[in-house]
């Protein structure tokens, strides 16, 4: 895997324009196999989770293409439901394609999803609602076979509001005979945005961004051209990144709502953040008071996807902040890595102590998953000397060229090749 060499103690001054949210396009290509038309997704970021779902897209034989910019998918011959265990591995979000292979073929065989190692991340909500709209599913170790031709509407209720149990359980409805409702959904901006391209398509979903979506199933889908949400962990994670190191930075093409319950811990603090409809501008020049008490928890509370990132700013602040990590049950990943460059963390089951130092030192880490890698960059930004991060391959997943982007702010960041990665865009220049 590759490497960043970072010479901490730059501020970071610029301007950068977001893509749109991975987790978002993710969900988005799965709702693609939904029609025969062609579906298109604007200003997309060149990822390797979404290359890798536009893999399994292509291997199901649809057709999906990436220009650098936009992803084009037409799914008319996609006709093979059994999706590869080697492919479906690569990425938690392949198991979000269950939902819409079912809608549109009525069966599927699937392999338990991989993704970040960050706790036991189960499927039985996705299962359990796809038995009460009446799919027969036969569980055999890590495979799971659906036959889905006895589907029809229902009245689920989650024990949890998972996301990707809501998207799944929205695009499996959406051609379903009869209504469904979703009690207990997630609200996050991600699931309104699958509800918005749905819509487009020609379904028939309200209350997304509440607790309770209805879907009243319609016959069939069509094409949309569509553009998804901006990031807002990558808007997050950089907001963060100029809190660690200093500097005003501007991110356009972004929705700061999203990202409420990060402003709201930096109430009163020494740092200014100014915002519009799509833009941020946010100035910092020196030490943070400690943070108050943060709990991760699902939307609009803060997000757990930006909680490695904060951990590493909490250890920079005056004073102790307490973290609780109440949606992961192994989050803490980067806690040993911020250790070894100065950070001062005692982690108590769910919650992180953390009292700050003056700055972090600069020392070779790793990155032991997408959003642990990112802590590590802010921390190393920040540092006094030299960091080495390795296995940052993890960074691709969810950040479009990181080390560009904080190059163009001024971060002194290089990144060492262990052997060149395709971008998606060759992939599927092909
Ligand atoms: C999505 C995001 C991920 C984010 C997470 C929470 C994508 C591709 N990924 O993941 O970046 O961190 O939301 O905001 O959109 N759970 C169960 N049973 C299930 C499903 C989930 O117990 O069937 C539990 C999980 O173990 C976890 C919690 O619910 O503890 C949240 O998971 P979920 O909301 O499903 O996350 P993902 O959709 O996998």
Redesign the pocket.
Known sequence: MDKYIIHGGNKLKGTVALKAAK?SV??LIAASVLTEEDVVLKNCPDLVDIANKLKIINSMGAKALYNGKDIFINAKNASNTDISNTLAKTL??SFVLLGPVLARFKRAKVYLPGGCDI????????LDALRKLGVRITENKNRIICDASAMKGGDIVFK?P????TQNIMMAAVCADGKTTISNA?K?P?VNDLQNLLNMMGAKIEGAGTSLISIEGVRKLHGAIYKPIPDRIAAGTLVIAVLACGGEVTVTNCCPYHIFSLFELLKNNYCSVDYGDDIITIKSDGRLAALPDIFTD?YPYF???LQPQITALSALCYGTTRITEK???KRFNHVKELEKMGAQIYVNDKTAIIRGIDEYKGAEVTARDLRCGAALVIAALNAKGISIVNDVDYIDRGYENFEETLKGLGADITRVRECRRKSLKKIFDK
């Open positions: 987790n993710l969900a938690r979000s706790g036991a991340r189960p499927v039985d909500i996705h949890y998972s996301v990707g149990a997630a996050e991600e699902p997000p757990t996807d949606v992961f049950e």
